[in-house]
């Protein structure tokens, strides 16, 4: 069973930074795309940035040049390092792991930034 498992939130003052752990658990072999979103109160949920299994990433004009994405493959774990952050980056956090064309999600993981 294919477990979305997300960690590394908390309270941070604006312009500190945290990393944010997604680790994909019961499956053979590697996702092929593992996308960070968010989701304030009383917004949609939008995407942060995503990486694929080979590698390639891409991310929101909102977030870019401050936070980044990365995958350790040993361990199918993606990283969401996230600096210089801003009140408006406060929000929960979701994992959207894509195995073999079916897509899991975490739970979510909160993230408040304080002025």
């Known amino acids: 069973q294919v477990q979305v498992v997300e960690s590394g939130g908390g309270l941070v003052q604006a312009g500190n930074s945290l990393r944010l752990s997604c680790a994909v658990s019961?499956?053979?072999?590697?996702?092929?795309?593992v996308n960070w979103y968010r989701q304030a109160p009383g917004n949609q949920r939008d995407m942060v940035a995503g990486?694929?299994?080979?590698?390639?990433?891409n991310y929101a004009d909102s977030v870019r040049d401050r936070f980044t994405i990365s995958g350790d493959g040993d361990r199918n774990t993606v990283y969401l390092q996230m600096n210089s952050l801003k009140p408006e980056d406060t929000a929960v956090y979701y994992c959207?792991?894509?195995?073999?064309?079916?897509?899991?999600w975490g739970k979510g993981t909160l993230v408040t930034v304080s002025s």
């Open positions: 990486i694929t299994g080979s590698g390639n990433a």
């Open positions: 019961g499956t053979e072999g590697r996702f092929n795309a």
């Open positions: 959207r792991a894509v195995i073999r064309g079916i897509d899991y």
